[in-house]
């Protein structure tokens, strides 16, 4: 009697996504697309409900303080917070702060005539989840990607969150043209309640148990020791001090206003701030393949053309000449991100990476809040175009001083990967090994931020 045939082996499913890309990863990339759709049109549409409340441009600029002192205030302790606490508790938590506070702001515009004091209370209450949550979404990113892979993975995120705000800064401008900056802000808070349920979803089971420690003034202690040993990272996050704080107010008090007076409203403004989108999208597609040796000596020449906005604005350059220039700029402040994560991944410990990144983003947005309060006061003082050159010039300035710092320009990428802490790699799912912003870097006041190193302008934070 013949036995049956054997059964084919089965083959295996085909993989829809890198080997690297696990579940924590894929979790992370889609929320931040969710929030960025949200949150470029709603900083725009912020600044456009002043306008129409009546408001000035120095009650602009008390908005865009508003919406940044919080994170001066609050981001370190948001940091020792997010490395003691688990990180995604941490972030879902900032996600309802931003939901209800944006779904207040909507229904606030939308349904009465909003004062100042309740639009700059609202952005506060918005901006101190920002504080919270910036540390703890770069320090989750930074270990859910593993070094082999990290470059690759950091520009596939950024890609991703800086394509969302191609459609988020475009649609968003159409919308408030359309419908009123109301509905947008009311977008947003959709947006956080939809990004913080998937963010809920997180496996951190792979997350070694944090040693007990001595407090959260020793935590804070303990972060500080790294960055002030590192002439690289402090160095940067002052120049990002500067660079953020003057393309902050260019972009967020200045650049609506030449767009209302001379570009034709809130539209071509929207599809100007798209274009630096593209142009990250851009960068990052570049920065898949791109793996330059000289890490922070690329990443901070790169930083040369946040320049370029600012000076357009104060020529003005007619839509296309703006969206040329924002274009260019976004590019190459994408360049810098990925360094920057990437060196970040390599040189600090795991258990540090909240708190690294909490005095990252605390010294790089220090300086915003007061900048942007000024904006208003120094466009009366000296005029919008010389205000808008000085901008300009301040860019230039700090990136140059900032390479005379032998680390930043010798600083290089390392071949292999190293392992920095006690802990194992740690694995971002089931499926696949992987081993961050998130905004950062720095981020600016015209978009807020994700993690992308020292807070890079025009990045939403909050993804």
Not at 36 to 57: C, D, P, Q, R
Not at 167 to 186: E, Q, Y
């Amino acid at each position: 009697m013949s036995s049956p045939p054997a059964a084919a082996p089965r083959t295996p499913a085909r993989r829809r996504r890198p080997e690297w890309a696990g579940r924590n990863y894929t979790l992370l990339t889609g929320a931040a697309v969710v929030t960025n759709l949200g949150s470029h049109g709603a900083l725009i549409a912020a600044t456009f409900a002043v306008m129409e409340a009546g408001g000035s441009s120095g009650d602009i600029g008390l908005v865009a303080a508003a919406r940044t002192l919080p994170l001066v205030l609050f981001l370190l302790i948001g940091g020792a917070v997010a490395d003691r606490l688990p990180r995604h508790r941490v972030m879902v938590a900032a996600n309802a702060l931003n939901f209800l506070s944006q779904g207040a702001f909507a229904l606030l515009v939308l349904t009465g005539d909003p004062q100042l004091w309740q639009m700059m209370l609202l952005t506060a209450l918005c901006g101190t989840g920002t504080a919270f949550f910036n540390p703890a979404a770069e320090g989750m990113l930074l270990s859910t990607v593993s070094g082999e892979h990290s470059n690759r993975a950091f520009a596939l995120f950024r890609m991703a969150m800086n394509g969302a705000g191609i459609g988020g800064a475009a649609l968003g401008g159409a919308m408030i043209a359309v419908l009123g900056p109301g509905w947008v802000l009311a977008v947003d808070a959709a947006a956080f309640a939809v990004a913080g349920l998937l963010r809920a979803f997180l496996d951190v089971s792979h997350v070694p148990d944090r040693a007990p420690g001595g407090g959260l003034l020793a935590d804070l202690r303990e972060g500080w020791v790294e960055v002030r040993t590192r002439p690289w990272l402090w160095s940067i996050v002052l120049q990002f001090s500067v660079v953020v704080a003057v393309v902050g107010a260019a972009e967020a008090v200045y650049g609506p206003l030449v767009a209302r007076d001379r570009l034709g409203g809130a539209a071509p403004w929207g599809v100007a701030l798209a274009f630096f989108a593209v142009g990250t999208i851009a960068g990052a597609v570049l920065m898949m393949a791109w793996k330059p040796r000289r890490l922070l000596l690329i990443g901070t020449l790169c930083v040369f053309p946040l320049a370029l906005p600012s000076a357009g604005l104060a020529v003005p350059l007619p839509v296309w000449g703006l969206c040329a220039v924002m274009f260019v700029s976004g590019a190459a402040i994408e360049v810098f991100g990925v360094n920057w994560m990437t060196t970040m991944h390599q040189e600090i410990p795991e258990e540090k990476f909240s708190r690294v990144s909490a005095y990252d983003w605390f010294g790089s947005v220090s300086m915003l809040p007061l900048a942007t309060a000024l904006a208003g006061p120094a466009e009366t003082a000296f005029g919008r175009t010389e205000a808008l050159w000085g901008c300009a010039s301040l860019v230039i300035l700090a990136t140059a001083l900032v390479l005379l710092i032998p680390d930043v320009r010798h600083m290089t990428r390392k071949t292999k990967p190293t392992t920095l802490t006690k802990h194992p790699a740690p694995q971002s799912g089931p499926a696949a090994p992987s081993g961050p912003a998130a905004p950062s870097g720095p981020t600016a006041a015209s978009s807020s931020a994700a993690p992308s190193g020292p807070a890079t302008p025009s990045s939403p934070a909050g993804v």
